[in-house]
C-alpha cells in the first residue's frame, strides 16, 4: 500500500500533515476533517494538492469521501485493502457474523484492559449521542456505520489486530447500508440505552456483563 501520493513535495508534506492530525486523535473516528476551503487555508496549498492528499489517505482506508456531506475520518492507521474486499466477497449475514465475533471479543478485552482515560472518552461520546436527535446530519452519519463508540472500544481492548480486522470490515458494512441492503433494527434511544448498559460494565470491569451487553445491542443493530 503507498505510504504517500505520487507527486509535488507539497503533496507529500500536505498528506503527513492530515496524517499527523489524524494519528494525533485530533480529528477522532467518523468524525469529519474541515473542509476543502479551510484545509486548503490550514495548510496552504491549492485545492489540487489537498484533494491528493485525501485521496491517499482515503485509498490506506484512513479517510472516506462522502459525497455532498464532507470527507470522515475512519481509522487512526492504514488500512489492508486486501482484507476489505476479501469480506466483500461474503454474504452480508457472513459479514454480520464476523463482526458480531470481533465485538465480543472487543468489549471482553476493553472491560479487562480500558484505562481511565479511555473509559472518560467513552462516557463522552455515550453523553454526545444522547444529543443527537433524529433528522439532524450527525443522525444519518450514525445511521450509516455505528460511530465513534464501538471504535473506542475496540482502541481500550488495546489489542490493535481486532481493531485493525473490525476497521477493515467496516466499508462492506457501511457500502451495505447506502445500498438499502442493510437497516438499523432499533432507533436512537435504544443505542443511547444499549451503549449506556456496555459503558457501565465497562466501567465495573465486568468482562461478562460488558459481552451480555454487546450482545443485546447487536440484536438491535444492523439487519438484513
Known amino acids: 500500500m503507498p505510504d504517500r501520493p505520487t ?12 496524517k499527523t492530525r489524524i494519528v494525533r486523535g485530533d480529528w477522532p473516528i467518523n468524525s469529519r476533517i474541515p473542509r476543502e476551503p479551510d484545509l486548503m487555508a490550514m495548510i496552504g496549498v491549492g485545492k ?6 485525501v485521496r491517499a489517505l482515503a485509498a490506506q482506508g484512513m ?17 489492508a485493502s486486501v482484507v476489505t474486499d476479501h469480506l466483500a466477497e461474503y454474504s452480508l ?4 457474523v464476523y463482526r458480531r465475533a470481533l465485538e465480543m471479543e472487543a468489549v471482553r478485552q476493553a472491560a479487562v484492559l480500558r484505562t481511565d482515560e479511555q473509559l472518560s472518552q467513552l462516557r463522552a461520546v455515550c453523553d454526545r449521542d444522547r444529543r443527537i436527535t433524529a433528522g439532524t446530519p450527525f443522525a444519518a452519519e450514525l445511521g450509516e456505520t455505528p ?3 464501538h471504535h473506542l472500544v475496540f482502541e481500550a481492548s488495546g489489542n490493535r489486530l481486532l481493531a485493525g480486522l473490525y476497521v477493515a470490515v467496516m466499508p462492506v458494512i457501511r457500502a451495505a447500508v447506502r445500498g438499502g441492503r442493510l437497516r438499523l433494527g432499533a432507533d436512537l434511544e435504544v443505542f443511547d440505552a444499549d451503549h449506556a448498559a456496555i459503558l457501565e460494565a465497562i466501567g465495573e470491569r ?4 460488558a459481552a451480555r451487553a454487546m450482545a443485546t445491542h447487536l440484536d438491535h443493530d444492523l439487519v438484513v
Do not use: M, Q, W, Y
Open 93 to 96: 449475514e457472513d459479514v454480520l
Open 147 to 149: 460511530g465513534s463508540f
Open 7 to 18: 507527486g509535488s513535495p507539497k503533496a507529500v508534506d500536505t498528506l503527513n500533515f492530515l
Open 48 to 53: 489540487s494538492t489537498v484533494r491528493e492528499a
Open 63 to 79: 479517510l472516506e469521501p462522502i459525497t455532498g456531506v464532507g470527507t470522515f475520518v475512519r481509522s487512526r492507521t492504514p488500512v
Open 206 to 209: 465486568d468482562a461478562a456483563a
